[in-house]
């Protein structure tokens, strides 16, 4: 069935740096989803990629999928402790929307 | 809007035992999840609806039913609880693909 893979599993970073969580698929994708929890929380939309080679920001995130539609990455410029929380690609294929096991990102004050 | 909301929030249970984890939505989504998360493992798929009255299998099906009586409502059941089904349990709603998640239910099964 399809995988979907995600690293790094942690990252821990001082406030300030950058963060980037990429995502990998065992099969090409129609789209994909971003999700991000906070400690404690439920998982909430971020964004939906669908065309290849796709790039969207959201402020200081920028979101990319890949030319084969087969991976996907998160980038966060300059950390804030409000970025803390855990990171999730979800990706769709036919009727299926499989989650990645998420990247856990803890930032430093 | 409400939007997903589940009861209850915690529970434990003995092993053997069986309850009904219920899901309501008011954003009259025909598409309701029912996931489990376990550390590491992200969220894996347990059973789905596609509209009111119909249910099918995910990814880890064993140990579970569901029921769609009705279309804002989303039953999950557990009806022999086993250590292995302590986890946290979020329903979702979905319009066409985002998934609108509920709060969580987190149960302990000993």
């Known amino acids: 069935g399809q995988q979907v893979m995600q690293i790094p599993q942690y990252q821990h970073v001082q406030e300030g740096e950058d963060f980037t969580t990429y995502c990998n698929s065992s099969?090409?994708?129609?789209?994909i989803q971003w999700y991000k929890q906070r400690p404690g929380g439920h998982p909430v939309f971020l964004i939906q990629?669908?065309?290849?080679?796709e790039v969207k920001k959201q402020k200081r995130l920028t979101f990319q999928f890949g030319e084969a539609k087969k991976n996907s990455s998160l980038h966060i410029t300059a950390t804030q402790t409000t970025d803390v929380g855990t990171y999730f690609c979800?990706?769709?294929?036919?009727?299926?929307?499989?989650f990645g096991g998420g990247t856990r990102l803890m930032v430093k004050p | 809007n409400a939007g997903v909301t589940q009861t209850p929030k915690f529970r434990v249970l003995k092993t053997g035992q069986s309850m009904t984890l219920l899901c309501a939505q008011d954003?009259?989504?025909?598409?309701m999840y029912w996931y489990r998360q376990d550390p590491g493992m992200g969220l894996r798929l347990i059973h789905y609806?596609?509209?009111?009255?119909?249910?099918a299998k995910g990814e880890v099906p064993d140990g579970y039913n569901v029921s769609r009586l009705k279309k804002q409502n989303f039953l999950l059941g557990l009806e022999s609880a086993a250590p292995s089904q302590t986890s946290v349990y979020f329903c979702?709603?979905?319009?066409?693909?985002?998934?609108?998640f509920g709060p969580g239910t987190r149960l302990t099964v000993l």
């Open positions: 979702a709603s979905s319009y066409p693909d985002r998934r609108f």
């Open positions: 099969t090409t994708l129609s789209n």
């Open positions: 990629l669908v065309k290849s080679g």
């Open positions: 979800a990706g769709s294929a036919g009727n299926m929307l499989t």
């Open positions: 954003m009259n989504h025909e598409y």
């Open positions: 609806s596609v509209g009111e009255g119909t249910t």
